[in-house]
DNA sequence: ACACGAATACTCTGCTTCGAGTAATCGAGT
DNA sequence: ACTCGATTACTCGAAGCAGAGTATTCGTGT
């Protein structure tokens, strides 16, 4: 498979605007942003016209006019190619069948979150829990809008998606936040315990090197597998 | 609010090396690797060196020393700065307690998704639930040998959390390849129609024109809510 | 004894991305 | 008539990121 020659997800927006009519640049910025796109899409400037650029050079895309009007900045007017709507074809169907792993950063914080004390990350996810039901009662309330006025399901459908997925974070998240909360979760009282020694200034280093000995029998839980007879 | 002065949270990562013990970059990827973090976080070894230069540039660690073995590239050796605690603190809570919106790939394919006909998303959406459940199973079993180790869940939790995302996404995306089989989604049918048209020929302008001579009553959902009588 | 692959430890270059900046015009009010 | 903010339409430069490339040494087998 060659690589996809124009990689951000913008270009495919770009592309999916002129498979309608030809258009210059800004105004596929304004007809993005008027379908909501952007909610769904990033889009700024500087990405859009580079990606422009790059799209044209790939011959996925062919200007079709200059037009200034007055002394305003030039206008060129963009009208996809043959070779655009097959790469839009191909890429769309491979955007929706193929799962790519993506790097959120809830997934960043959980590997690093023994890097502060328990009873803290369990506030601070009580902290997100409410942000994410502040977020969900948004979105609820924009789809209920959106249905009275006749609007069908399908027009929402990222939108529904994005709800599923917040709704499954919260679930966890709240979760998540019980237990260590509730200390009942094994490894949770080592795991304070060394918080506690590393502000008593015991390195890291010492702790690990003998961790049954500072932290006790859940300590052998660190060791690396060979040692851990 | 300052920006936080380095974005990518390679750098969170290397901080939270460096709280351990002081290390050179290569020391720090080959760390990182082997406690898995690089399923949560990108790394790659361009970014990772002008990540740490950033970090250096900006006070939040120092290089401690550099030695060369033989003929050896030089090794420097960084530690970290108390600025360099506090902003690994500072942004760990972050990270955790407040939610970014984050752009999706198939958040991206959705909002597109009528760039195709119907029948051909719902099989994309097939296939893409058979990769998901691959990989749940793939997931699934490793959970279940790390929990045979003696393993406990904190040592899992990253992987939890995508496995609760993974589900949540089969989930969703099973339901709508079902409705959009079944054909009884409203919407569906002028969705369908559009696309024969188009390939009859009868071009994107044509039909949003005139929804409703074109696609019958449900065409009327594609006029813009002034003209929708 | 030495050959060859794996591991060590980066470096370099070119593309992308971001966000701020620019500069003209339009429209609504005073 | 004029001013002031919004809209139109990009441009620019700095920073970030990816990934291939490079050079050395170690280890393992034959």
Redesign the pocket.
Known sequence: MT?R???????LAVLGCLLERPM????I??TLRERGKEQSI??????????V??LHKHGLIQAQE?SR?????????YAITEAGQAEFEDWLAELLSTPTKEFTSLEAGLSLMPGLPPTQVATLLDTRAGHLREEIDRLEAMHAAARAQGLHELFLIESVYRLRLLSAELEFVADLARDLHSGSMPGVQAWQRVHELRSQGVSAEEIFADPVRHLGEEGRALLPPDRAN
Request: no cysteine.
């Open positions: 690589r020659r124009v990689g951000n997800p913008l270009a210059h640049p800004y105004e910025s304004t990033k889009l700024n400037y500087g990405s859009l016209y580079s990606v650029d790059s200059t009007d007055g002394r305003r900045p030039e206008r060129t007017v």
